[in-house]
T-cell receptor, first 111, second 115 residues
Framework: EDQVTQSPEALRLQEGESSSLNCSYT??????LFWYRQDPGKGPEFLFT???AGEEKEKERLKATLTKKESFLHITAPKPEDSATYLC????????????FGTGTLLAVQP | DAGVIQSPRHEVTEMGQEVTLRCKPI?????LFWYRQTMMRGLELLIY????????DSGMPEDRFSAKMPNASFSTLKIQPSEPRDSAVYFC?????????????FGPGTRLTVL
């Protein structure tokens, strides 16, 4: 069964305390791995797309990496404004355009 | 650009009533997606359209759910009759092109409560 699993479900960090979020996937024919950020009461906001194992992308304090089985979102020296739910999603299949989402990691960064 | 527009933002209805959710995608985007988000199941794709044509509706839970896209700038998701288990946040998203590797832009969602 195609599946995306994120861990931990929730993470509390002190400001400046770096950490990583995990996204493991079992899908047939991965075509891309997406990371989104979701703030309370809002829709997900796109962060990154990774297409092949070994690829890395960075944006401010965030860096996403991809292996053949999982992806990591590394947060370096987080700030309170980084608090949000982080979702990963796998694009898979043939001609269809479908994303399967994980249930997310709720990140809280305390000042 | 105003982004993806959804209405209403909140809907409270009673079991058995018909509910219609509306979405206006970003101009120039030709793929449109309807998702449902709950605490238990996360974000689930219900249906998606490409060039106004439904491509995959395998995520639509049952016949009570239907979606239409009469033109490139408007789509509806209808639930008839509604049930309490339909309570969730429904998101509409749009993207450019047909390739799956294009970024999807999400609307603010409609929070549906069925009593």
């Amino acid at each position: 069964e195609d599946q995306v699993t994120q861990s931990p479900e929730a993470l509390r960090l002190q400001e400046g305390e770096s950490s990583s979020l995990n996204c493991s996937y079992t899908v047939s024919g991965l075509r891309g791995l997406f990371w989104y950020r979701q703030d309370p009461g809002k829709g997900p906001e796109f962060l990154f797309t990774l297409y092949s194992a070994g690829e890395e992308k960075e944006k401010e304090r965030l860096k996403a990496t991809l292996t053949k089985k999982e992806s990591f979102l590394h947060i370096t020296a987080p700030k309170p404004e980084d608090s949000a739910t982080y979702l990963c999603a796998a694009l898979y299949g043939g001609a269809t355009n479908k994303l399967i989402f994980g249930t997310g990691t709720l990140l809280a960064v305390q000042p | 650009d105003a982004g993806v527009i959804q209405s209403p933002r909140h809907e409270v209805t009673e079991m058995g009533q018909e509910v219609t959710l509306r979405c206006k995608p970003i101009s120039g985007h030709n793929s449109l997606f309807w998702y449902r988000q709950t605490m238990m199941r996360g974000l689930e794709l219900l249906i998606y359209f490409n060039n106004n044509v439904p491509i995959d509706d395998s995520g639509m839970p049952e016949d009570r759910f239907s979606a239409k896209m009469p033109n490139a700038s408007f789509s509806t998701l209808k639930i008839q009759p509604s049930e309490p288990r339909d309570s969730a946040v429904y998101f509409c998203a749009s993207s450019r092109g047909t390739a799956g590797n294009n970024e999807q832009f999400f609307g603010p969602g409609t929070r549906l409560t069925v009593l």
